[in-house]
């Protein structure tokens, strides 16, 4: 007999897969730096919108606080093929510091303390499906993770989720960042398995 109940089966087939192609699951949450860890400490810090026409929108660590906050919890997917399910955090939605910010751009390059960059449309960080994200499972981000405050945009894999994040460039062009000029995929989409370019 070829049919297997679904009592059988532990889960029922009904289910929605919850893991992308080619990924595993971990309960960890291992640590992935291209460099040392910077230390950026909130004095001082700042995050810098700057749109195509070189206007630029900053905020201080304070007004970071001060705006409306979310407490996401989303799965996060890894290039090297580690999944973490219902990750919680804390930070502000990129619709929020994207609202006031005058621009036509389609296209964003992150900047990182540190000088990691990464490239993705602007559409992706709108819509409620991107955040400046400074607490991680209810407590400040720590500094491995990217803290003060990282970029998170769980849909995409996370090399595209910017630690230590400074600021984005909104720009008319494409342009690719740190693991995209290394051969890693323009886009980055864990369920289209988009790990390197020609994917
Ligand atoms: N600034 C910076 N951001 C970064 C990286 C990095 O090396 N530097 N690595 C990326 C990669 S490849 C991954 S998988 C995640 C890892 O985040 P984690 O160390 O919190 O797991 O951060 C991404 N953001
Ligand atoms: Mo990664």
């Not at 192609?21 to 810090?45: I, K, N």
């Not at 929020?96 to 990691?116: I, Q």
């Not at 630690?163 to 984005?168: L, S």
Request: hydrophobic fraction near 35%; include cysteine; aromatic fraction near 12%.
């Amino acid at each position: 007999m070829g049919i297997v109940s679904p009592g059988f089966q532990g889960r029922p087939r009904s289910a929605a897969p919850a893991l992308p192609p080619g990924q595993y699951l971990t309960p960890d949450f291992p640590v992935l730096s291209a460099g040392p860890t910077p230390r950026v400490p909130t004095d001082g810090w700042e995050f810098v919108v700057t749109a195509e026409d070189g206007t630029e929108r900053r905020w201080t660590w304070a007004e970071l606080m001060a705006l409306p906050q979310e407490t996401p919890t989303v799965d996060i997917h890894c290039v090297t093929r580690w999944s973490k399910l219902g990750t919680s955090w804390q930070g502000v939605s990129l619709d929020t510091l994207l609202a006031g910010v005058d621009t036509t751009a389609r296209y964003a390059l992150v900047h990182s303390y540190g000088g990691y960059t990464t490239n993705l449309p602007l559409a992706d960080l709108r819509d409620g499906r991107a955040w400046v994200a400074h607490g991680y499972d209810g407590r400040p981000l720590a500094a491995e993770h990217g803290g003060p405050a990282r970029l998170l945009v769980p849909h995409l894999y996370f090399w595209k989720s910017a630690k230590w994040v400074r600021g984005i460039r909104l720009l008319a062009d494409d342009r690719p960042g740190f693991w995209e000029t290394a051969g890693y995929h323009d886009y980055g989409d864990p369920w289209r398995e988009q790990r390197y370019q020609g994917d």
